[in-house]
């Protein structure tokens, strides 16, 4: 406890970031540490996972002591661990949770496991105080695309997900073949603001009606088609046509799902989470959208929506105040459902 | 000195206690638990020397080389209880701490020599050799990688007790070379990694001072990662060089 605050030390090192935050009472920010590999992957085209697991060893140890200096805080004033154990690359997640369990049997502090998807949710708890479920949430990042229901805190009800490529996985496949290179979001949206969404006609899946899945690698692959048979007629791409086009054909189909859920669900707000809600062009039709039918959309800031301790120790505050604790068997489960 | 030791680089994961020459040592339950299980071993090793983690003097982790992800746990859990109970730590060689273990069945076997292998696949491995000299190990092949046939041959000529899951592997191999004077291979647990000649090891580390801080225990995987390696040797996919040279 500080100043009659409850202390939560969240920590994060599910993929390439290595990340701990400092969190007082579930929603108050007290510092936010993020350790990016981002440069050392992109030489490889993407995410190695043995050179992420090396490096998050590497940082770990730093990432939580300057967490803790960054809030002012010492190690007895932390009430709780919480730590991500899913889903993610499970070398990447093994390094948390060591850390993580090392640190709670070393200073005997309670231990919560939390799912990484909770987290991004709970990001929005960090950024908007007065935010309480019930909500609709939409989850789109580099390896997730979920509608979830968010009944309570501890509750969260997955009305869909991707059948094969999440979004953020699909933008990183174009992104490469059209010559933008990694991390694929960010440069596929930069793009697309200088090209036409209408140019090429790729197609929108919705797969069955009144379904919330999302299925992105017949796009993909119809993408690659493309960009092989104007190749072979030898004629020019224009990178950011193909870039607008094909983030138009994705955006829509997220946006209109997300809409439909809310309203089935008579859901006055959708909460965006994941580093794909940063996208500006989904923001902008969902925002649009969601104004014709009164529904309001929040999301938090881009540092909230990439990997970060700081949703991981909301997330789990509320766990905890639901009675969850991690014992020291806490395992790594890379393809943990939501 | 109260030094704890933790050995999670092969197959079986180990935690012991070393206090006043004295050891004790948990294992886990199974194959390859050591996320799982390595704060529990850890506690019923103290509880076992009966002393509490507040008393420890030292941390010790088994380094490599072995398995990548299994260093990574045993390291990691090192560090930060050494970052949180701020006591300083200790790397020790899984290969030298398996020689270690194995020096009393050499010499009681007739051997002079105690040969560490860890199976790295595709007839690789980490290994390395020592001479047993009065009770005590003196290096003879360096601890490194080294392709079985190759660390076979230099061996020739010796009396050799061999140690290490590459045994398991590369047996066959062994057993047909034929310039080695004889051989003995380590049966049962001895032949695997064990938490409890990790913790003599570093006591006598320790003792000399050969202690680090816990920002300084590091792996000794011995070997880059495959796409590193790729990078190194310019065999990257075309693709990413392309991308990589546009920047």
Redesign the interface.
Known sequence: MKNGKFITLGIETSCDESAASIVADGRELLSNVISSQIDIHT???GV?P??A??KH??N???V??KAIKDANCT?DDIDLIGVTYGPGL??AL??G???A???A???DIPLVGVNHMHGHVAANYLEHPELEPPFMGLVVSGGHTNIIFVEEYNTCRKLGGTRDDAAGEAFDKVA?VI?L??PGGPKVDKAAREGDKAAIDFKRVYLEKGSYDFSFSGLKTQALNYLNTEKQAGREINVNDVAASFQEAVVEVIVDKAIAAALEYDQKRIVMAGGVASNSRLRELICERAAEHNIEVLRPSPILCTDNGAMIASAAYYAYKNGERSG?????VPGLEF | MKILALETTGKYGSAAVIDDGRVYCAESSGEMNHLKEIIKITGEALEAAGITKKELTHIAASVGPGSFTGIRIGVTVARTMAQMLDLPCVAVSSLESMAENVKTAAMESGCETVAAVINARRHQTYAGAWSIKDGKLINLLDDRQYMIEEFLEQLAGNRVYFVGDGIDAYEEIIQAETGLEAYVMAEGKLRYQTAEAVAKLAAEAASEGNVVGYEELMPDYMRLSEAEQRLKEGTLSDKIKKLNRRG
């Open positions: 030489q490889f085209g190695v043995e050179i697991s090396r060893l590497e770990i140890n730093m939580i002591d190690v499970v070398g093994l390094i949770v060591a850390a369990k090392a640190m049997y070393a200073c490469r010559g290179g990694y020291f068997d806490l395992d790594a």
